[in-house]
């Protein structure tokens, strides 16, 4: 596995991958894990040539202490690729990676603005500015992002879109621990009690199903998942939405759709978390 940690470097070696092989990406964060490693399988089953980033995006972060506690383990992420046998790691320095560059200035029509958008102000154009930097720089074919953060798969589809730019976004399934925990790199900073609580979110969400789905309406199942996720030791919802699963826009009556997307974001005791369910009736 080629190992880059400069865009000079990784601008090098992108120009020798041959031109007709096709190029897979997958940006990640680090602290990489099962998750993480899922979509670097269907980038290998899909492309010629795999490349993932690791790069702790300081523009992302809304509050400077996640950013500072975000967990690290460079390292540890190298074996891991080179066990799944990824072709190349980017590894950037902020200076580096934002050097000369302005950002991504683009209207992302307000579907960045609702649920996580409004709950982290600037979260999405840091999202935007980052992947659309290392667009520019991987030139993908194909590009790997997990539902777990549905709403930053649906601002990822947008920008590229409004950019026209010729990558094909790929949402991948959320990967789950045995107790159905959604993973995440933020899951280490849980203990193991903290682990048993956040679990129980999954559970929740999965008591809807398509069956029972049509015996609620919108406000009371969104009172029912609130008070039923807020009951468990340790949780705070942050909020509980039902959307249309395009577009997030709030669902006010199930009775004349067929999909819907529930989506949460609660603190297990300081640490934020996200997880979303999608139905399909
Ligand atoms: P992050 O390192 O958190 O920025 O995540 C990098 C990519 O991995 C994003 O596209 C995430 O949606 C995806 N991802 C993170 N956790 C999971 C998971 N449990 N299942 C599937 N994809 C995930």
Redesign the pocket.
Known sequence: MIISRSVSDFLKIRSNIGKTLSVGFV????ALHE??L??VKQAKSNCDFTIVSIFVNPRQFNDINDYIKYPKSFEKDIKLLEDVSCDLVFIPDKNDIYRDFDGVDIDLDGIDSVLEGKHRPGHFQGVIDIVGRLFELVKPQKAF?????YQ?LLVIKTMTNKMDLDVEIVG?????EKSGL????RNTRLTNTQRENAAQINKILNKITVKNILDYNVETLIDHLTNEINKVDNIKTEYVAICEPDTLKSVYSIRNINKIIILVAFFCGNVRLIDNKYLHF
């Open positions: 940006p990640t964060m680090g998750g993480h899922s979509l992002f997990g539902k777990k953060d930053q991948c399934e959320i990967v789950r959604a993973m995440s790199s």
